[in-house]
């Protein structure tokens, strides 16, 4: 019977400590999945901030953009405007201011302000000595150091001026190259009968010294007939009244 007894006993203990240790277990699975609980929200937390963060680096991103945008479209409504207004008499005060303009934003208006001018010069040629002469004053300028007057330009000019620096005379080179070949392949090619057109603003080029006749045969490789003998014709002619004038 005592042993019976002890046997009922010990049975008793053993079923206090397996529901003790039962229970415990079942509180450090609550435990565990409060903590597992809050480290999801932490890492949900985490997630929203990273996201947050993204989203306001895009919208920054996007207004500099937006930004920079704008003020490239006003330098070039800029430039647009003073090419407007050039004349024989307002060159030497435009040019400069031209020249400013190029210089900001690291030179960034370069290219756009020599395919309006050599544009200029193929749909106007009345006046394509003069546009052809204001690219070669504005390689000029662009290739020293800012002028005086570009400092005294005014409208921001004086700002972009000093910001941009010279330019390299192989930079401007290699932009009105690519600009002559853009309208070397545009609708001005085939106006190449007259003085006028695609060959009557390379000759101007040609003429003002900023197309070498190395350059020029490449340029025109290619190109259609009419243009290309208008364009040597008016070339060797322009060439040929400026040696007779020196």
């Known amino acids: 019977a005592e042993a019976s007894e002890l046997q009922e006993r010990e049975r008793a203990m053993k079923a206090k400590v397996v529901d003790r240790l039962r229970g415990q277990a079942d509180e450090l699975g609550k435990r565990d999945a409060a903590v597992q609980a809050l480290e999801a929200k932490l890492e949900a937390a985490e997630a929203a901030r990273e996201a947050a963060e993204a989203a306001r680096e895009a919208a920054e991103a996007a207004g500099a953009a937006a930004e920079a945008a704008e003020a490239e479209a006003a330098t070039l409504r800029a430039v647009r405007s003073h090419v407007n207004k050039l004349t024989p008499e307002s060159e030497a005060l435009l040019l400069p201011r031209l020249a400013a303009l190029c210089r900001s934003r ?118 259609p007939l009419p243009l290309l003998v208008a364009a040597l014709r008016r070339a060797g002619g322009l060439l040929h009244a400026a040696a007779e004038a020196q």
């Open 106 to 223: 690291r030179f960034r208006a370069l290219t756009p302000t020599l395919r309006l001018l050599v544009r200029r010069a193929a749909r106007e040629p009345v006046y394509a000595e003069l546009y052809a002469r204001s690219v070669a004053a504005l390689a000029s300028l662009l290739c020293a150091a800012p002028s005086a007057a570009e400092l005294a330009s005014g409208g921001g000019g004086a700002a972009a001026a000093a910001e941009g620096g010279a330019c390299s005379s192989a930079a401007v080179a290699f932009a009105l190259a690519a600009v002559l070949r853009e309208l070397l392949q545009s609708d001005l090619a085939l106006e190449g009968s007259g003085d006028g057109g695609a060959g009557g603003a390379v000759a101007q080029l040609a003429a003002a010294g900023l197309v070498a006749p190395a350059a020029l045969c490449e340029l025109l490789r290619g190109a």
